[in-house]
């Protein structure tokens, strides 16, 4: 019988960016859930935050911040960026998290995460110092 299991975590990281490694709450949500064969959707349910895969390793958490301020540097000037026209000063925040991802889904087999070598999940700040969720949902058998 199909079964469906819904939480909201939510974060308040102090940095304006930064990443965290939420895969030991996704898996103690899928013990939760029950589910022995089935799918994890992981989302963040802020347009300035993320969630997303890859290895937990400090040089490579780096390098994300080094290349992502490149891309889309932090600049609140209305001069920079028109979306700090309205009166934001996150533009930057937006396009880092388009590159970052909204979700990651994830097969659950036996009960656990069905990851290849090194994947985690992470969640990726961009915008920080305020209360953002993030949604996790287990769907299956």
Not at 20 to 48: D, F, W, Y
């Given at each position: 019988?199909?079964?469906?299991?819904?939480?909201?975590?939510?974060?308040?990281?102090?940095?304006?960016?930064?990443?965290?490694?939420?895969?030991?709450?996704?898996?103690?949500?899928?013990?939760?859930?029950?589910?022995q064969?089935?799918?994890?959707?992981?989302?963040?349910?802020?347009?300035?935050?993320?969630?997303?895969?890859?290895?937990?390793?400090?040089?490579?958490?780096?390098?994300?911040?080094?290349?992502?301020?490149?891309?889309?540097?932090?600049?609140?000037?209305?001069?920079?960026?028109?979306?700090?026209r309205?009166?934001?000063?996150?533009?930057?925040?937006?396009?880092?998290?388009?590159?970052?991802?909204?979700?990651?889904?994830?097969?659950?087999?036996?009960?656990?995460?069905?990851?290849?070598?090194?994947?985690?999940?992470?969640?990726?700040?961009?915008?920080?110092?305020?209360?953002?969720?993030?949604?996790?949902?287990?769907?299956?058998?």
């Amino acid at each position: 019988m199909m079964k469906s299991h819904t939480v909201y975590l939510t974060f308040q990281l102090p940095a304006r960016m930064a990443f965290e490694n939420i895969t030991p709450k996704i898996e103690e949500i899928v013990r939760e859930s029950g589910v022995q064969e089935g799918l994890v959707l992981c989302n963040a349910m802020h347009i300035t935050a993320s969630v997303f895969i890859n290895d937990d390793e400090p040089g490579l958490h780096a390098d994300y911040n080094r290349w992502l301020e490149q891309l889309a540097p932090f600049d609140a000037s209305p001069q920079t960026y028109a979306h700090n026209r309205t009166g934001e000063d996150n533009a930057d925040a937006h396009m880092k998290r388009q590159i970052m991802g909204r979700e990651v889904v994830v097969a659950v087999t036996k009960g656990k995460l069905d990851f290849g070598p090194w994947e985690q999940i992470f969640y990726g700040e961009f915008d920080g110092n305020r209360p953002k969720r993030v949604l996790v949902k287990v769907i299956g058998e």
